[in-house]
C-alpha cells in the first residue's frame, strides 16, 4: 500500500511539471502577440491613436516599447517552465519583424504605413502559428497518455507484487 500512495505522490508531481509546461507554453505565445498589442488597441479604440504621453511622444509608441520589454521578461519565465520549443516561433517572429520594420524606416528611410505593416506581420504570424497551435495540442495529448500509460503500469505492478505477497503468507 505504501508503494501506492509514493506513486501517486510521483504522478501528482509529474501532473504539476505537465501543467507548468503547458502555462509556460501559453505565456510564450501571449508574449509573441504583446509587440502588436498597440495595434490591437488602436483597432479596437481607434482614438488611442492620437493621445499623447507627457513628453509628447504617442501613447501607441509607448505601448509597443513596453510591449517589447515585457515580451522578452515573459519569454525567460517560459524558458525557466520549459514551454514547448515550437512555441518560441511566436517572439521570435514578433520581435524580428519589429526590427526590421523599424530599421527600414529609422536607418534606410521607407516610408511604411504601420497600421498596414504591424496587420501584415500579425497575419504572417498567425498563419505558421496555427501549425504551432497544433503541434502543441498534440504534445500535450501526447504527455497525458503517456503519464496515464506509466502510472497504469505502475498500479499493475504494485498490484502484482501484493498478489504475490498474499500468496506467500
Given at each position: 500500500?505504501?508503494?501506492?500512495?509514493?506513486?501517486?505522490?510521483?504522478?501528482?508531481?509529474?501532473?504539476?511539471?505537465?501543467?507548468?509546461?503547458?502555462?509556460?507554453?501559453?505565456?510564450?505565445?501571449?508574449?509573441?502577440?504583446?509587440?502588436?498589442?498597440?495595434?490591437?488597441?488602436?483597432?479596437?479604440?481607434?482614438?488611442?491613436?492620437?493621445?499623447?504621453?507627457?513628453?509628447?511622444?504617442?501613447?501607441?509608441?509607448?505601448?509597443?516599447?513596453?510591449?517589447?520589454?515585457?515580451?522578452?521578461?515573459?519569454?525567460?519565465?517560459?524558458?525557466?517552465?520549459?514551454?514547448?520549443?515550437?512555441?518560441?516561433?511566436?517572439?521570435?517572429?514578433?520581435?524580428?519583424?519589429?526590427?526590421?520594420?523599424?530599421?527600414?524606416?529609422?536607418?534606410?528611410?521607407?516610408?511604411?504605413?504601420?497600421?498596414?505593416?504591424?496587420?501584415?506581420?500579425?497575419?504572417?504570424?498567425?498563419?505558421?502559428?496555427m501549425y504551432v497551435i497544433y503541434r502543441l495540442i498534440n504534445y500535450i495529448k501526447k504527455l497525458q497518455l503517456k503519464d496515464e500509460i506509466q502510472f497504469k503500469?505502475?498500479?499493475?505492478?504494485?498490484?502484482?507484487?501484493?498478489?504475490?505477497?498474499?500468496?506467500?503468507?
Amino acid at each position: 500500500m505504501a508503494g501506492t500512495q509514493q506513486q501517486l505522490h510521483l504522478q501528482e508531481g509529474k501532473t504539476k511539471l505537465t501543467f507548468w509546461k503547458i502555462f509556460s507554453s501559453i505565456l510564450v505565445i501571449i508574449s509573441g502577440f504583446l509587440p502588436f498589442l498597440d495595434n490591437i488597441l488602436v483597432f479596437l479604440f481607434p482614438d488611442l491613436a492620437l493621445f499623447k504621453d507627457r513628453i509628447g511622444g504617442f501613447v501607441r509608441n509607448d505601448i509597443w516599447l513596453l510591449s517589447l520589454y515585457i515580451s522578452t521578461i515573459i519569454v525567460i519565465i517560459g524558458r525557466f517552465g520549459k514551454a514547448y520549443n515550437l512555441t518560441y516561433y511566436f517572439p521570435l517572429f514578433a520581435t524580428t519583424y519589429s526590427v526590421v520594420m523599424y530599421i527600414l524606416m529609422m536607418f534606410f528611410g521607407y516610408n511604411i504605413d504601420i497600421e498596414w505593416a504591424q496587420r501584415l506581420g500579425l497575419v504572417i504570424m498567425i498563419t505558421p502559428g496555427m501549425y504551432v497551435i497544433y503541434r502543441l495540442i498534440n504534445y500535450i495529448k501526447k504527455l497525458q497518455l503517456k503519464d496515464e500509460i506509466q502510472f497504469k503500469a505502475i498500479e499493475r505492478i504494485v498490484e502484482k507484487a501484493q498478489n504475490e505477497n498474499e500468496k506467500e503468507k
